[in-house]
């Protein structure tokens, strides 16, 4: 059995009702953004104060051409990636892998790079990382991948700004950039999982970056109840069946301490 962290600064109104909603659900879909990953430290993107309103996105064609670009990036990625790898996941993630254990979570769609889910013990298979992940990092030429690792031991001893010991192509983090499609895999899989789902569980995501933002409603068009948990509004709020503005890690441990409690699993 979980225990519940403390909790969540909303009412406790609109947890009971996150609760009622999601007891008879034994298809939980969550769908996870920036916001399950700020309390362990990782920081929001795209949030209020976050890093991309301090300074400019990075874009697909500007990493291709630009060496100055890419060195920064390098370097940058030199110093945070540390940081990265040693973070911890927080009672969200710890809540989500124990409803999947319990047989109530029939995958993960997030919009998140760092693998936390996976490392609080969600089945890699059923995570689905819609914006790829940081841990592999791979050619933009020829495609080839290699785990981040090895390229931080390049890094290390002393290349500053690597390049694809295969075809020599610019090698980047296997994630998103603007200007980037979705990989086509991991948003079909998304698509699949949305409308096989009885419950999508949106958990701090601000619900604004198509076409990740389409799942929520094609779930709930599809049938499914749809629930949002997150601190501040976004814009498939009036489709919500349940919203609770609050904390991700003390609201999912309460929601999974409630279902366990059930004694009932999928």
């Known amino acids: 059995m979980l225990t519940p962290a403390t909790p969540a600064p909303d009412s406790g109104d609109t947890i009971a009702a996150l609760v009622n909603l999601a007891r008879p659900c034994r298809r939980i879909v969550a769908f996870t953004g920036a916001g399950i990953s700020t309390e362990s430290g990782i920081p929001d993107y795209r949030g209020p104060g976050g890093v991309w309103e301090r300074q400019a996105p990075p874009t697909l064609g500007d990493f291709r051409t630009n060496l100055d670009t890419r060195r920064v990036y390098w370097e940058q990625r030199r110093a945070r990636y540390p940081t990265l790898v040693a973070a911890q996941p927080n009672a969200g993630h710890a809540a989500l892998a124990a409803l999947e254990r319990a047989g109530r979570l029939l ?96 958990v701090g995501s601000s619900l604004i970056v198509n076409p990740a933002a389409q799942l929520p409603p094609l779930a709930k068009s599809a049938g499914a109840r749809l629930a949002i948990v997150n601190r501040t509004a976004t814009p498939v709020d009036p489709l919500a069946d349940v919203l609770v503005a609050a904390e991700a890690g003390s609201t999912l441990a309460i929601l999974a301490s409630a279902l366990l409690d059930d004694g009932t699993t999928g």
Request: hydrophobic residues 40%; proline residues 7%.
């Open 107 to 202: 995958a993960v769609i997030t919009q998140n790079i760092d693998g936390l889910h996976q490392k609080a013990g969600n089945d890699p298979d059923r995570v689905i990382e819609l914006h790829g992940s940081a841990h592999t990092v791979r050619c933009l030429d020829c495609g080839r991948s290699w785990p981040a690792a090895a390229i931080a031991e390049r890094l290390t001893a002393g290349e500053s700004g690597p390049s694809c010991p295969v075809c020599g192509g610019p090698l980047r983090a296997a994630t998103v950039l603007f200007g980037e499609p979705l990989p086509a895999e991991a948003f079909r899989r998304a698509v699949d999982a949305a409308r096989a789902c009885d419950l999508m569980l949106v």
